[in-house]
């Protein structure tokens, strides 16, 4: 989808009103019926009052114990089942349920959910709940009358009609687009059509006009109901919490960890939306350093360090503010006991990008630095001992990563030599454009030197894009020269999991790989601690299940299946979502820390495991359906179905660690190749040559993509390597042949068709 439409319509995306916006507005009246309607199945009054006994109000409470949030659901289900919108419910909060008669139900399970759909089934202790139809989106009609019920803005059981406009795809997601109005707090209510049945789940709402909206197709929804992969809401509770041992959040706000990052969103209940989280670090005397490296989503916001807390009101900070670093002092909770001790611009500071913020803390001064520079020196600043920590104002969501506090902490910046090798290259490039003399020059010119200056701007442009390209291959090869490194040694000894991360970070620079290690960590040291000290093979792969299955909701992937998140196992251990291949290596690395022998199955088009116990059969597991054994004819069906053939023995070998992460390539560059993305089949193509250099096939491919992207060199190497080893299959001719097109080129070119 374009980035302007998406601009332009989303995503003022339905969080939850603030209990300051209850009353914000008057009810939605409910549209007169039309004669066409009224001679329908029922008319639209009989229509809501039948349906709007299964709308329900869905709360989460925040950690202060008040109501941070309200939307909407229905029942789905007359046992308890209610389903919503997963971002209705936040994540790691308490959740209510109250039915249309005014009984109030504590969520106890979290049934099902997908965070790509933005859906999420919940399980209330409630029984012969008025469940509501479920329609099929698919046979939506484009001008079609529709029908809307839910609690916007606070206003509960609150009804409206309208059309079905179109079908529109929004960030890869398939969405119904609606000629309805809809408002925070209708979000996760049903669209009804004119027989009482759904078709989707109501989302979001245009930013340009009133009456335009979206909602989830509800069939969508309907795997999640035929694979529901429950998390008991104790568990629930605990996914993306901070850890309790390592931070105290203050004054309200929505503070949660995904991987290395802590994020923190939603107003805090401090004087100016002032939200702390105190690090349970302990803080050396001074002389001490901090810092932390954070990133605002709107530069009219606040978010960073605080120092010298006492706990509670009293505390300095220091931050970016509207596009300044400021240093304050908070003596009390209102603005009468603040104070801006200075505020000072920087062109350190990169606006919408990640800022390191560090402050040295002396006897007698404070010194604040933004990316390494100082920006402010301050004797008016005199912290007593305290706690440290982040912050955050007003309405603001941050994300801060690498928070550190030391007696001193290390200058990160390029030292002067790699900076002036960096100049040097841009001047080599850009002809003298940056000469001072060239001003001179061109001011005093006959000719007008405008558009000449512009068409230079242009090729700068240019080389800033290549030097871009520069990082992401130095960022790429370091990566896989750590990969290599990793299975260099002996297959007992590779970390699957630093290894797929490694694999993972190929496409995201920002992945902090240590804090998913010490993520995955956690899970494998609470899974032992659930165990009794004389569990037996077969308790301890119970166990196994229980926790990854039942406890945690893992799960297979169900209406998105070639997404490429569910194959980075980053994304997999947040969202407890995957593909077989990534699945089956979290339950492998796992059964490994519990002393259980389990090996990957490289079926075709479907990735198990196999538990080899010391003393019993093995036993084939498919990790995918929740860990559902498989008997040698289930196999057999599976293969056939996938291949047309009939099962090869050696297809039930075990595969490497080295060729299981080769399988997980060899699937990201299928999605890149389906997707057009050139460069992402290159980057797997590299990675796939770093663990299996011998294959000849992924070399004529990379020396052929190589070339069409302009890197005629870095072919010919590919092209060599295949002469000088002859393989078998390779048509050595062809080969020849594109051998002597790539250098008749370089000649006719001065040998410059690449750098």
Known sequence: MQKSYLIQVVLAACWAASPRSVNAAEPVPVAAPSASQADGPASVEKLVESARKSVVVISFRGRAGGSDGLGSGFVVKSDGLVATN????????????????????????????????DLALLRIGAHDLPALPLGDSAALQQGQSVVALGNPRGLTHSVVTGVVSGERTIDGRPMIQLAIPIEPGNSGGPLLDLEGRVHGLLTMKSLVTANLGFAVPINRLKPLLEKPNPVPIDRWLLFGALDDRQWTPLFGARWRRRGGKIIVEGPGGGFGGRSLCLSASEVPEAPYELAVTVRLDDEAGAAGLVFASDGGNRHFGFYPSAGKLRLTQFDGPDVTNWQVLAEEPSDAYLSGEWNKLKVRVDRERVVCYVNDHAVIESTRAQPNPGRVGLAKFRDTRAEFKDFLIARQLPDRRPDEALLQK???????????????????????????????????????????AELRRLADAVHQQKVLAALAKELARDEAEIDLVY?????????????????????????????????????????????????????????????????????????????????????????????????????????????VVEFRPSEAAPRVIDVFEAGQPLD???????????????????????????????????????????GQDMPGVLRYLDAILTLAPDSAEDRMYRAFFRYQGGQGRAALEDLDWLIAHEPPGIELDRVRQLRDSITAKRDRQGATIDP
């Open 86 to 117: 997963l971002h209705v419910i936040g994540e790691a909060r308490p959740i209510s349920v109250r039915t249309y008669d005014g009984q109030q139900y504590e969520v106890t399970a979290i049934e099902a959910s997908d965070r790509e759909a």
């Open 422 to 464: 960096v100049d040097r290259l841009l001047i080599d490039h850009a002809d003298g454009l940056l000469d001072p003399d060239v001003v001179r020059q061109w001011s005093s010119a006959d000719h007008d030197p405008i558009a000449a200056l512009r068409e230079r701007a242009k090729r700068l442009i240019g080389q800033a």
């Open 499 to 607: 290894a797929a991360l490694l694999v993972a970070q190929l496409d995201n620079d920002e992945l902090d790989v240590e804090a998913y290690r010490q993520q995955f960590d956690h899970l494998a040291d609470e899974l032992k601690s659930r165990l009794p000290a004389d569990a037996d093979e077969t308790a301890r792969l119970a166990a196994l299940d229980e926790y990854l299955f039942r406890l945690n909701g893992f799960h297979g992937s169900r209406a998105d299946y070639y997404n490429r998140r569910n194959s980075y196992i980053n994304e997999v251990l947040d969202d407890r979502e995957g593909i077989p291949i990534t699945l089956s290596l979290v339950y492998i690395e796992l059964a490994r820390r519990l002393g259980l022998d389990v090996v990957g199955i490289g079926l075709p088009g479907h990735f």
């Open 632 to 674: 040698r004819g289930q196999i057999e069906a599976r293969v056939l179905a996938a291949t047309g053939q009939p099962l090869d023995d050696a297809q039930l070998a075990p595969v490497s660690k080295r060729a299981l992460l080769v399988r997980m390539l060899r699937n990201l560059h299928a999605i890149a190749a389906r």
